[in-house]
Structures are given as structure tokens and as C-alpha cells.
């Protein structure tokens, strides 16, 4: 199994427009982060959790060709605002795009993608995404592999944080409930929100995602909603060596 990070950054960016801070203008490239996304590919099959405004930016960076799925975490702006690029994957495989999310997010993509959804009402001369929307009620299978759902607090929203084999992703989050770490044990890569250096009210602070992989002590993890608080290199030097922090770019092996 691979997981390939096309995003690693919170909501507004990294750099932020406007913003001409140290980390904003800094000349390493691990500095400059995507809204967040990262794309699992095992047995030849790739899928896609979320679909951030840069997608098509980073799908081309990265030369991810096709991707066989999407798994949306929470229907937050800067995790589906880029559904629509799924379009060249429909002409490139002649296929539907599979969508897996919660009913709740599902709900909000019928609402802000009507276009996609409405066949009947659709303009046949409007070039849109042909997707299919798979509500996610617990364990789903996709490609012969079992995804559990982990429900996240983040502030009003559930956030689906997600686990396939011994790899899990938890973004967006505030907390990870006793309940929910009980599926998180045995990791062998743990991706985390870690927002900043200061608590948020719905994201966790890296001393709150510290003290999680602590208790659930993945072999490794990896921070992701990064803001432009702290520069990459000064963040991994205060963690431990087998906490890292995500790059747009990075590819993680897992052994299975
Ligand atoms: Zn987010
Ligand atoms: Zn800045
Ligand atoms: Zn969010």
C-alpha cells in the first residue's frame, strides 16, 4: 500500500493570500501545502480521500492518472470544493466515479453540486461530473479491502477519519473519542490534524495530537492540517523521531 499526499494544509492554504509571514514566504517547498488530500493506492486501485479546490493542480503535480473512488471525510469547502475535476476521470475511463461519504455529507454535495446529481435536469450541453453516492453506515469494502469509519468531533460536524489495513487518516478533528481509538490500535502509520502550536476549538493542537499517538502509539505518524504558524523544519525538530510532519508530495510505503 501506498498513500501519496497531494495536501497538508488547513483551510486557507499555505502560503495564505495576503500573508507575507516567514513560513507564507519561505523558499521550502515543504512550506507550500494544498488543502488536504491524500490518495491510497493498493492492488492497482486508487482511491481519493477528499477533493480539495487544488486537486487538479496536485493530481497533475503528482501524475495520478486515475483514481478509482472517492472517500470524503466532511463536506467542509476545503475538502470537496475541487469534486468537480472528477470529470476527467469519467472521460478517461468511461466509468462513474464511486463517491463514499456519510449521509450527512452526501446530503450537502447533492446541494452544492445539483448539476451532478439532477440527471434529468441536467443541460446535456454542460460538461459535468457523472458520480455515484455511496452512503458510508459503517465497515464499506472497496477493492477487496475493509475501510472503518472513525467518527471525529470537528466543531458542528462528524468527520468520517478512516482506516484501511494498518494505515489510518484522522483529519479535521477536535478530539478522537475513547470509542474510536479502540479501532486505531496496531497502526502501522497514523495521519493526524495537528493545526498549530495553539489549541482550536475544533482542531487539535500538536501537543493534543502528541498526546493521541502517544496513547494509541502507531509505529509512525504524520501531522497534516498545517497552518503557517511554524516552519516545517522547526516543527519536526521538537517531535519525536517517529512523528513527522506531512509534505505535499510525500509518499508513504506501508508494508500491506
Ligand atoms: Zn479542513
Ligand atoms: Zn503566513
Ligand atoms: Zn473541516
Redesign the pocket.
Known sequence: MEVLVLGSGT?AGVPMIGCHCRVCTSADPRNKRNRCSVLVSYGGHRVLIDTPPELRLAVIANSVDMVDAVVLT?A?A??IFGLDDVRRYNTLSGRDMPIWASAKTLSIIRQVFPYAIDQAAADPLVYRPQINLNEVKGVFELFGRSWTPIYLP?GN?Q?LGLRVGNFAYCT?CSDIPPGERAKLVGLDVLIIDALRPNPHP?HLSFEQALAIIDDLKPKRAYFTHLTHDVPHDEIEKTLPPQVRVLHDGLRINLPA
Request: proline share 0%; no cysteine; aromatic share 0%.
Open positions: 483551510s466532511h467542509h476545503d475538502h470537528h460536524v468527520v479535521d475544533t
